[in-house]
């Protein structure tokens, strides 16, 4: 057997806080346990936001609070190719169309929906799901509303993907504890609507750039937050239409903060670099999100 190849995926847009120092050492633990490999992906395909300051105090961080990972660093950015690659095979399929609708445009129809009584579906993070009234453009509409120059964006129609794949799916989530325990779970793309695949101005997305990269880097475990479990039947999606394989996943609690709400990039009292100029050691870190000393 191979052995598992286990990835931490932080985007360079803020400075690391306390859950991130969770995922990063919980991938380290297990892929120790395992006698697995760990990788570092840069998520970055946010390239107004992502910066060369923060992807360095990461990987300061990260030395610093004893995580190893095998060279080289795969940085999204430098990959675009990639996901454009396998973009264009779901535009060969006709499974994505361009949306057209504005926020500001999607707000009024659903107000006028809810207003004629119909409760308007939100995604598992709370989110109004699109309506998706453009996907019955005619071909000759959708190029002349193109040209125009009007702001779009790629979604994945959900409804014709689903029925592609034709079967239902799930996930294998195994267990911290044990990564042997293996528990299926059933996905609910259907929650997730049409979601975006890619933008204007960045020919990709978050779901199909996490998808591509994990295939591409044979990634057979799979260690991140809970805040991301759902989103995990969009990935079961995309990995059954590009034929590539699902890894097995580990959805981690997450670490609140000290007013019980999730950690944000700003918060100042939860960043590994401040609390380390503080005078915190790896190990209070470690006490600090419930993990064993060293
Ligand atoms: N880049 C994502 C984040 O920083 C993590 C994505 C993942 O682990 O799948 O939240």
Redesign the pocket.
Known sequence: MTSPVFRF???PNGKLHLGHAYSALLNQQLADVTSGRLLLRL?DIDTARCTPDFEAGIFDDLRWLGVGWEQPVRRQSEHFADYDKSFRRLVDESLVYPAFMSRGEMRAHIVEQEAAGKSWPRDPDGVPLYPGLDKALPERKRAALMATGKPFAWRLDMAAALTRIGHPLEWTEFSADDPSALNQVEARPQDWGDVILARRETPTS?HLS?VVDDGLQAITH?V??LD?FAATAVHRVLQELLGLPAPAYHHHRLIFGPDGRKLSKSLRDTGISALRRNGAVPNDIRRMIGLDPF
């Open positions: 995926a932080p985007s998520e978050y996490v799979v991140r937050g991301l």
